[in-house]
Each structure stands twice: as structure tokens, then as C-alpha cells.
């Protein structure tokens, strides 16, 4: 007794559905037995319409491909970036890279606590000197007179005017006197603030924090001033902002 299928039941059940016909068909296992002269008049275009399908299926995507490309391009079109928007953009990126301190690694397994700012001003934190700086580039700062320079007085000088130690500087005690001394002999002479960084340098890192930031207020366009002889008058975007004339000690009056 031959063996029972189970699957013909399935099969049969399956020519009824027209979306499984050609999975499931026994015709088609039917006829590939039979030799070519007797082979049925609907293999062929069976065939043909599945390749047709195919290609079919390949031109649509082709076309959802080519109308995005097409959408973006016009985008592109009607908003050209310039290079300065380019440049802003590279920067905000850099500044945004620079900001992670730490570099991970592949592997590394972290919390999302560990992306906060707390956690990566961590790893900003420099590690100790191990070298002494003033040996390596044989610099002395009291035979130079170094101490008129406040760009490098204000390197071993804290926020509020005290002199770091040698565990922040990594000097030898010789040169840590060396920069110490130099330190005195600027702020005696007027040359060095005694309780806060050099002007300068504050006037320096405000500049640069201006530069970088990215809420900073833009040129204000179409300014221009009128003197009527009593007033100057700034008219910017329908807004007039008057400035009194101040008494002058000199001779000169100002331009009609």
C-alpha cells in the first residue's frame, strides 16, 4: 500500500486561492514529467509573465529610486547653502565632537549616566605633569626676564592669583622657585593682578567664548546715522536711538 500524503489535502485546498495557485499547483509538477511534445499550452507564458513580473518589480523600485534622487535635488535646489552656512555647520559639529572627552572603544559597555556632562568632565581632567617643561625647551624665566610676559605668568597663576604648586606644574623645585620668583617680581612691579587673572587674558577668553557661541546675535543691516547738529540718530529696521551731543574740552565741533 503506497504511502499517504498529507500535504495533498493542503494542496488542494491551495488551487482555490489564486495568490497560491502557482505555489502550490500540481499541474504544473504534473506536466514537467510529460515530454516536451506534450507539454501544455500555458507553460510558456507562465513563465514569460513570472520574468515579466520580476522586471516588473525591478523598473518600480528603479522609479521610487530616481523620484527621491529627483526630490532632493530640487530640494537642494531651492535651499543652496552657502559656505559660510557650510562652515557653521562644520563647526557646531566639531564643537559638538569636542565636547566628548571620552574616547570609546569598541566593546565598551555603558549606561546612559555616562553620557552626561558630570561623567565627562571626568575624563577632561588633565593627568600630572611628569616632565618638567622648563628642562625640556631649556628655558629659564628669570635670566629671560620672563616675568614682563604675562601670557606665561598667567599659565602658573590660578583664577585667583595664587601660584600653583609643582604637583599641578610638574617642575623641579629649582625651576618651581625660578617661576615663583618671576610670579613676585610681575606683581610687584604692576605688571601681574595679585587676586585675578591679567585683563588680557579675561578680555581673550571672552572673545573666544563669543566666537563660539552659537546663540550670538547676528549683523544688524541697514544701519546709518543722521546729525542734525544737536543729535545723533541711529535708524536701524524703524527703530531710532538718540544720543545727546556731550560737552567737548577741545576746540573742534562735529562735522555738519
Same mark, same amino acid.
Given at each position: 500500500?503506497?504511502? @499517504?500524503?498529507?500535504?495533498?489535502?493542503? *494542496?488542494?485546498?491551495?488551487?482555490?486561492?489564486?495568490?497560491?495557485?502557482? +505555489?502550490?499547483?500540481?499541474?504544473?509538477?504534473?506536466?514537467? =514529467?510529460?515530454?516536451?511534445?506534450?507539454?501544455?499550452?500555458?507553460?510558456?507564458?507562465?513563465?514569460?509573465?513570472?520574468?515579466? !513580473?520580476?522586471?516588473?518589480?525591478?523598473?518600480?523600485?528603479?522609479?521610487?529610486?530616481?523620484?527621491?534622487?529627483?526630490?532632493? $535635488?530640487?530640494?537642494?535646489?531651492?535651499? #543652496?547653502?552657502?559656505?559660510?552656512?557650510? $562652515?557653521?555647520?562644520?563647526?557646531?559639529?566639531?564643537?559638538?565632537?569636542? /565636547? %566628548?572627552?571620552?574616547?570609546?572603544?569598541?566593546?565598551?559597555?555603558?549606561?546612559?549616566?555616562?553620557?552626561?556632562?558630570?561623567?565627562?568632565?571626568?575624563?577632561?581632567?588633565?593627568?600630572?605633569?611628569?616632565?618638567?617643561?622648563? =628642562?625640556?625647551?631649556?628655558?629659564?624665566?628669570? &635670566?629671560?626676564?620672563?616675568?614682563?610676559?604675562?601670557? %606665561?605668568?598667567?599659565?602658573?597663576?590660578?583664577?585667583?592669583?595664587?601660584? +600653583?604648586?609643582?604637583?599641578?606644574?610638574?617642575?623641579? #623645585?629649582?625651576? $618651581?622657585?625660578?617661576?615663583?620668583?618671576?610670579?613676585? @617680581?610681575?606683581?610687584?612691579?604692576?605688571?601681574?593682578?595679585?587676586?585675578?587673572?591679567?585683563?588680557?587674558?579675561?578680555?581673550? &577668553?571672552?572673545?573666544?567664548?563669543?566666537?563660539?557661541?552659537?546663540?550670538?546675535?547676528?549683523?544688524?543691516?541697514?544701519?546709518? *546715522?543722521?546729525?542734525?547738529?544737536?543729535?545723533?540718530?541711529?535708524? !536701524?529696521?524703524?527703530?531710532?536711538?538718540?544720543?545727546?551731543?556731550?560737552?567737548?574740552?577741545?576746540?573742534?565741533?562735529?562735522? /555738519?
Amino acid at each position: 500500500m503506497p504511502p @499517504r500524503l498529507q500535504c495533498l489535502n493542503a *494542496a488542494r485546498n491551495a488551487v482555490s486561492i489564486p495568490s497560491l495557485g502557482m +505555489r502550490f499547483s500540481t499541474s504544473r509538477i504534473a506536466s514537467a =514529467d510529460l515530454p516536451a511534445a506534450f507539454e501544455t499550452p500555458n507553460s510558456d507564458s507562465n513563465r514569460v509573465s513570472g520574468l515579466l !513580473s520580476l522586471v516588473g518589480v525591478a523598473e518600480s523600485r528603479k522609479a521610487v529610486r530616481d523620484e527621491e534622487m529627483r526630490r532632493r $535635488q530640487a530640494y537642494s535646489r531651492a535651499n #543652496p547653502q552657502t559656505a559660510a552656512q557650510d $562652515q557653521a555647520t562644520f563647526t557646531a559639529r566639531t564643537e559638538l565632537t569636542k /565636547q %566628548i572627552h571620552r574616547r570609546w572603544r569598541a566593546g565598551d559597555v555603558y549606561a546612559p549616566h555616562d553620557l552626561s556632562g558630570v561623567e565627562m568632565s571626568k575624563w577632561k581632567k588633565r593627568g600630572k605633569v611628569t616632565r618638567d617643561v622648563f =628642562d625640556v625647551v631649556a628655558f629659564d624665566p628669570l &635670566a629671560t626676564g620672563s616675568y614682563k610676559n604675562f601670557s %606665561i605668568m598667567s599659565e602658573y597663576v590660578t583664577p585667583m592669583g595664587r601660584i +600653583r604648586g609643582s604637583k599641578e606644574t610638574g617642575l623641579r #623645585p629649582v625651576n $618651581q622657585r625660578k617661576i615663583a620668583k618671576a610670579i613676585r @617680581r610681575s606683581i610687584g612691579l604692576g605688571m601681574m593682578p595679585s587676586v585675578h587673572r591679567h585683563p588680557e587674558v579675561l578680555y581673550k &577668553a571672552r572673545e573666544r567664548a563669543r566666537e563660539n557661541d552659537n546663540y550670538k546675535p547676528g549683523p544688524m543691516l541697514g544701519n546709518y *546715522a543722521k546729525w542734525d547738529g544737536v543729535h545723533s540718530t541711529v535708524s !536701524s529696521l524703524s527703530m531710532n536711538y538718540y544720543w545727546p551731543r556731550l560737552p567737548r574740552k577741545s576746540s573742534t565741533s562735529w562735522p /555738519q
